[in-house]
């Protein structure tokens, strides 16, 4: 066939700001030497006849990489080889298509394109190439006649493995308060910034404690995204994501090496890179009440600049509901996780639950904190809000985690009331707590109802898994799906697929899980792999200060772009943009593009973690779920947190309980005439025993039907209550 002997050889050419060249090797090139440009033709060899065909020569300005056209649309990493294997081809007759050698001089495969669909929010007519029976491993192309021939792409086991090290090592990049030496970060080397050791207490902030002006130490964490803040909100699903990443697979983590500088220690890298940002999360609260600052924060979001150059001054802003409400979820997490690195992180699980316990109470004292942009004066910080007026998501998620990891249903029971979760974002993080309940379905108390929230979690699940068959892209991504940060929602998309599938081991949800995946690397409507460093066409200009101020050409690796929205085509004018109304096509490869081309850590974990889950299940790793021990803070009194009533220290005496520790009896004196309740709970948190009474009087309490043990008494009244450590011998 004719298109067997046309052999095509790409040799980018890119002089572009420090004037680099990739081919044949790298090396620097001085524009002021450059007079003329001369191509050879098997230079230095003998004399061919031959045609040579050129698809693109530019000569000047030139924003990026060049793509082949644009027809057709694939997976540019890759595919497994039993794994399902699907091309989108646009605007192409019916016919056939063929799988061809990566020089494109041999035809492998063969098979037939689907019926025309339109995909309405790319505005095409596409047709499905479905070559999941091609399973040789190698390196190929796709082609089809009259639309010609589509980026390469491999067939081979583990085709996903750097992807997901690279998203993974992105976070390492990410790293704020350190200098990333060559060692470990090759050319994206760079001088420490923001030490933060000397973070300002913005009045909003301000407490008895800690006044206006008054400096702490908030070291350490990963820059949010493109800009340098910190933001409580937005690290607490990020954090999550890569820690779930751990605790769903922790056999294919165990042995994943990442080159970072803690990679020589015992503990698996992904855990040393979360810490990395659980660290700086511990420094978010205040020591004094518990309660969590929303973000350090510039008071602007600054230049293009190295973050060793910007040195301005930094804050912390005031505490938030949904901050403290995150931080306590997450430290429950980590809890539960580092309890089994006891040996290597000595007192840092402790660290973590009684600093969880202790935001869910701050957040059960003040349930209605939110952000408050009047309170950002004195002065002006303008930076990302993160605001959120509805916490019932962060309260359910918290409880829940504090539940699985300390096995006290009081917890349970301060959020137990089941809602149909819906795509997690950081605004919405209902499902997260979902996802840890299912997954630890069978280590939790019985009052747990872990089959109505499987059953809810599977229902969400269905909505992506059915639209696979249904849109023509043969992708989760529909037209509402393309708003700020879309390719977060495919990602999040395929991580709730991940879910079901682990449940059930049902392969549908696994397949449209890759096929979510496929989404992101290159089987949407602007021909891009979204993932930097990885696939032939992938962004060279994102919206991410370091990649746009290190004098490097290529960015930083393994960062997601935001992908393709319509929400704020002013940021470069909408004339940069190929369309104005599809939003599928609304994109692009600019700096200036911060609504479509910008980095932010929670998209890149919920990609980490649906690449790495994939991999981790072709790998054929082991699925069950680690059996964890429960943890309690060390004051177990905090634990008893079943109302939202406040511990009254005056209250507290008009009370006396003796002896303690106890035996044969406890005696329960009351000086207070109004009407109280007693409950004495196991560290469970299930009330054994409790009565009412009224009235001063001394109540005995036999203790021969408890075990030998610690047990928290607590006495309730109106709006008071108090809470007493009792050890029964």
């Known amino acids: 066939m004719f298109w067997d002997s046309i052999n095509y050889k790409t040799l980018s050419y890119n002089f572009t700001g420090k004037f680099s060249q990739s081919w044949p090797n790298s090396s620097t090139v001085d524009p002021s030497r450059i007079v003329g440009i001369i191509i050879f033709i098997n230079g230095g060899g003998p004399a061919i006849n031959t045609t040579v065909y050129f698809d693109n020569l530019l000569i000047g300005s030139h924003t990026g990489m060049e793509p082949p056209p644009a027809g057709i649309r694939l997976n540019q990493i890759g595919f497994y080889t039993q794994a399902p294997k699907k091309a989108v081809c646009v605007s192409a007759p019916a016919g056939q298509f063929f799988i061809v050698s990566n020089n494109k001089q041999d035809t492998l495969y063969s098979g037939t394109l689907g019926s025309l669909a339109s995909y309405a929010p790319s505005g095409e007519n596409v047709r499905l190439a479905d070559f999941s029976a091609f399973r040789t491993p190698g390196r190929y192309h796709m082609l089809v006649p009259s639309v010609g021939y589509s980026h390469p792409f491999n067939i081979k086991p583990s085709v996903l493995h750097e992807v997901s090290k690279a998203s993974i090592k992105a976070f390492y990049y990410q790293r704020a308060s350190t200098a990333l030496l060559p060692t470990h970060a090759g050319i994206w080397s760079r001088a420490a910034g923001h030490p933060d ?20 130490s908030c070291s350490r964490g990963w ?23 751990y605790e769903h697979f922790p056999q294919y983590f165990d042995t994943l090496h990442l080159n970072i500088p803690e990679s020589n220690n015992t503990v698996p890298d992904v855990l040393d890179e979360a810490l990395w940002n659980i660290r700086w999360m511990l420094t978010m609260q205040d020591p004094y009440d518990g309660g969590v600052y929303a973000k350090v924060s510039n008071e602007t979001f600054g230049g ?23 931080f306590s979820a997450v430290m429950a997490q980590a809890a539960r996780i580092f309890s089994t690195f006891n040996t290597q992180l000595p007192g840092l699980a402790d660290s973590c639950i009684n600093a969880a316990v202790k935001a869910w109470k701050w957040a059960r004292r003040n ?77 939790v108390t019985p009052i747990a109802d872990t089959f109505s929230i ?77 993932v930097t460093g990885h696939g032939n066409l992938s962004p060279q200009n ?3 200060r370091i990649s746009a101020a290190d004098g490097i050409p290529a960015p930083v690796p393994g960062l997601l772009a935001g992908g393709p929205n319509t929400d704020a085509q002013n940021d470069c004018g909408a004339s940069a943009y190929p369309t104005s109304s599809l939003k599928a096509k609304a994109y692009a490869d600019l700096y200036c593009s911060y609504s479509t081309n910008e980095v932010a850590i929670n998209w890149n974990a919920a990609f980490a973690y ?55 009896h406890i005696s329960i004196e009351s000086n207070d005439d109004d009407e109280y309740e007693i409950c004495i709970f196991d560290l469970q948190g299930k009330c054994l025993y409790s009565e009412k009474f009224s009235g001063s009087k001394t109540h005995q309490l036999s203790t021969e039907y408890f075990n030998s043990g610690i047990y928290v008494a607590q006495i309730r009244s109106g709006s008071h209550t108090v809470n007493y450590k009792i050890v029964v011998e």
Not at 223 to 245: C, P, R
Not at 508 to 516: E, G, I, T
Not at 630 to 641: C, H, R
Request: aromatic share 12%.
């Open 542 to 544: 994102i919206h991410h």
């Open 304 to 326: 293009t600049i190295m973050p060793a150059a910007a040195t301005s001054p930094r804050y912390v802003v005031m505490k938030t509901t949904a901050a403290t409400l995150n």
């Open 223 to 245: 820059y949010d995204a493109g800009d340098y803040n910190k933001y409580v909100v937005n690290s607490g699903i990020t954090t999550y994501t890569v820690l779930a990443m």
């Open 197 to 216: 050791h000397s973070v300002i207490v913005h009045p909003s902030a301000a407490s008895p404690y800690r006044p206006a002006g008054t400096t702490i």
């Open 454 to 530: 499987r059953v809810r979690l599977i229902t969400l699940a269905n909505t992506y898994r059915n639209r696979i068959n249904t849109n023509a892209y043969g992708t989760t991504m529909e037209n509402n799906d393309y708003y700020w940060g879309s390719n977060g929602n495919a990602a999040n998309q395929g991580m709730v697929l991940i879910q079901a599938f682990k449940l059930t081991k049902d392969s549908s949800y696994l397949a449209a899980a890759l096929a979510a995946l496929d989404y992101i690397l290159g089987r949407n409507a602007t021909n891009y792999c979204f």
């Open 610 to 664: 649906l690449s790495s889950a994939i991999e981790a299940i072709y790998s054929g790793v082991n699925l069950t779920p680690v059996q964890y021990a429960p943890v309690l803070p060390t004051n177990i009194s905090l634990i008893i947190e079943t109302t939202s009533v406040q511990n009254s220290s005056s209250y507290k005496k008009a009370f006396s309980v003796y002896p303690n520790p106890a035996s044969g």
């Open 367 to 443: 349930p209605t904190t939110y952000w408050n942009d009047a309170l950002m004066v004195n002065p002006t910080i303008s930076t990302g809000a993160h605001g959120d007026n509805n916490v019932s998501d962060e309260f359910q998620w918290a409880a829940w985690e504090l539940y699985i990891t300390t096995k006290v249903d009081s917890f349970y029971n301060a959020s137990a009331s089941l809602v149909n979760p819906s795509l997690p974002g950081w605004q919405n993080v209902r499902a997260l707590g979902y996802y840890s309940m299912v997954h630890h379905k069978n280590n």
